[in-house]
């Protein structure tokens, strides 16, 4: 079955201290891997899309990497303005379907 | 270019009424789909419409239904609304050329009393 697996569930971390975001998945050949990042009450914002085991992708202090097994989502000295949800989904076999994760819970403070 | 756009922001309703909520996709996007966010969860896949045939289905049941329409816009009805189907109903846009990447409008808060 298609599983998507996000730890920790909430992170806390102080201006500047950088950290990871981890997702570990279960599909049956990886069509995509996403990462998204929703405000509260709001839609999910598109971030990276990673395609193969080795890739990564950067936007401004968030670099998102990919193994066989998980993505990383790191961010370098995060702001106050990083704090939100982080979301991973991967496509599900058909290839129509987001699967995504319960999501990371960013706060960062000044 | 134009997002992804839902329609109404926020919705209260009754248990048993029935709900209809709007999407229009992104320029250049053909594919939409439906998803069911309850708190504190990630999205849950509903449905997805391309060619304003229905494209793929997760596990949700028949009373939830929807249309596509020639310019790619599209509809979300749920009939026999019940407590647990309020939620964040998010609509998402793509394109079947080019990535998968999916673009997901602002949301739709539906409460059910």
């Known amino acids: 079955e298609d599983q998507v697996t996000q730890s920790p569930e909430a992170l806390r971390l102080q201006e500047g201290e950088s950290s990871s975001l981890n997702c570990s998945y279960t599909?049956?050949?990886?069509?995509?891997l996403f990462w998204y990042r929703q405000d509260p009450g709001k839609g999910p914002e598109f971030l990276f899309t990673?395609?193969?085991a080795g890739e990564e992708k950067e936007k401004e202090r968030l670099k998102a990497t990919l193994t066989k097994k998980e993505s990383f989502l790191h961010i370098t000295a995060p702001k106050p303005e990083d704090s939100a949800t982080y979301l991973c989904?991967?496509?599900?076999?058909?290839?129509?379907?987001?699967?995504f994760g319960k999501g990371t819970t960013l706060s960062v403070s000044s | 270019e134009t997002g992804v756009t839902q329609s109404p922001t926020h919705l209260i309703k009754t248990r048993g009424q029935q709900v209809t909520l709007r999407c229009s996709s992104q320029?250049?996007?053909?594919?939409v789909s439906w998803y069911q966010q309850a708190l504190g969860q990630g999205p849950q896949f509903i449905f997805q419409?391309?060619?304003?045939?229905?494209?793929g289905r997760g596990n949700f049941p028949p009373r939830f239904s929807g249309l596509q329409f020639p310019n790619y816009s599209s509809e979300l009805n749920v009939n026999a609304l019940e407590l647990d189907d309020s939620a964040l109903y998010l609509c998402?846009?793509?394109?079947?050329?080019?990535?998968?990447?999916?673009?997901f409008g602002p949301g739709t808060r539906l409460t059910v009393t």
């Open positions: 998402a846009s793509s394109s079947t050329t080019g990535s998968y990447e999916q673009y």
């Open positions: 599909v049956s050949g990886l069509r995509g």
């Open positions: 320029s250049g996007h053909n594919t």
């Open positions: 990673l395609y193969s």
């Open positions: 419409y391309y060619r304003e045939e229905e494209n």
């Open positions: 989904a991967v496509h599900n076999q058909a290839g129509t379907a987001l699967i």
